[in-house]
């Protein structure tokens, strides 16, 4: 795959137990490594701007994930383990560089990611800092502090439920403004608070436009279902990874017996993920832009930032520790659109 990366940043096809993949690396061999997970409908290309700013004595390493960019296409997601294959990736990949201990770093569905190595993997990491992460009970077809669901078969979640017009788009690698979901629209809108703009839009685009895609990658299949909106998760693909009924038992964090510090970075005019997200069914809904809504009783938007709040707070009770962190006029990637702001909490957080 071919996007250029800025200077300071090297990108290497590097083969794990679990997976071959395109991996972005900066810094020292010998540095502290910080390992950096990439959200959905991107790749490792988005953490270049805060890999080349590391401070001294830290090694930047992004891979792209397992359905993204540069990873061997013939590897697929089983979202039956939700998101445990990335984790597992991220594992598999420290054991193949060597690296006992890391800083792991993840956004959105990195973010995600994140929640289930900590669960697994809580021994081989020196901090966790989370930029917009997913909720930890998933993304959609849930309510709730404690993400109740709102059917049995998560119905309103998974790979079903991602408008065509954008899937279409995407395939189609369209590089223009011409459609309201476009991908640039989509990033410059909706991944960005306006009016601000990359001065690496290019190279985030074909970032974008890198994810694998088909019912056995994104968005994925999905399955029939009398609930509204008549539509439940499939089986493969990371929008299906994320939909509640494959999550993992969130009280395992509550248990760990090592339990790293969390940063949680996010924008306040995020749109994705929010108490009120556009991406969402509930709110979509409620909104009148699906019909057939069943109500806010059975559906209503998943308040995705009080649910991490409400599992971070139940952290901290049982002996972790977390730190919030609301950067103003950002939206869902702050760590781009604040960089400045963002590296000022993040590193501070590294050296701690």
């Known amino acids: 795959m071919d996007i250029p990366t800025m200077e300071g940043v090297t990108a290497k096809t590097i083969e794990s137990a679990r997976l071959k993949t395109r991996v972005l690396l900066s810094g020292d061999d010998a540095g502290t490594p910080v390992i950096f997970v990439h959200g959905n409908v991107s790749n490792a290309t988005f953490w270049e701007a805060v890999m080349v700013t590391l401070p001294d004595g830290y090694r930047g390493i992004a891979p792209d994930n397992r359905g993204y960019g540069g990873a061997d296409p013939q590897k697929k997601i089983d979202a039956t ?5 990335l984790s597992d990736d991220i594992a598999a990949l420290m054991d193949t560089l060597n690296i006992e201990k890391a800083h792991v770093v993840g956004h959105s569905l990195g973010g995600s990611v994140l929640w289930q190595f900590m669960m697994d993997y809580s021994d081989r990491i020196l901090s966790v800092t989370q930029v917009a992460p997913g909720s930890p009970y998933g993304f959609g077809g849930c309510k709730g502090e404690d993400g109740e669901f709102c059917y049995p078969d998560s119905a309103g979640a998974g790979g079903g439920i991602v408008g065509p017009d954008f899937v279409n788009l995407v395939k189609d690698g369209d590089r223009t403004t011409d459609h309201q979901q476009s991908p640039r629209t989509i990033m410059n809108n909706f991944y960005f608070k306006p009016p601000f703009t990359s001065d690496r839009e290019e190279e985030l685009l074909s970032a974008m ?17 009398d609930n509204w909106p008549n539509v439940a998760p499939g ?10 009924l494959y999550r993992s038992d969130v009280s395992t964090l509550y248990s760990l017996e090592t339990k790293p510090a969390v940063l949680w970075v996010r924008g306040d005019s995020d749109q994705i993920v929010s108490d009120a997200s556009f991406f969402e069914l509930g709110t979509l809904g409620q909104a009148g832009f699906v019909p057939g809504w069943p109500g806010e009783d059975v559906f209503p938007p998943q308040p995705m930032v009080t649910q991490t709040r409400a599992v971070m707070e139940q952290y901290k009770a049982s002996g972790g520790a977390y730190e919030e962190v609301v950067l103003a006029d950002a939206g869902h990637t702050p760590y781009l659109e604040k960089l400045e702001d963002f590296n000022a909490v993040f590193h501070k957080h590294l050296g701690a």
Do not use: C, Y
Request: charged letters at 20%; a negative charge; aromatic letters at 4%.
């Open 81 to 85: 383990r939700g998101v445990s294959d």
């Open 209 to 225: 436009l890198s994810i694998h895609t088909g019912d056995d990658a994104w968005p994925g299949d999905s399955t029939p279902s």
């Open 235 to 244: 089986k493969l693909g990371p929008n299906n990874a994320l939909a509640p």
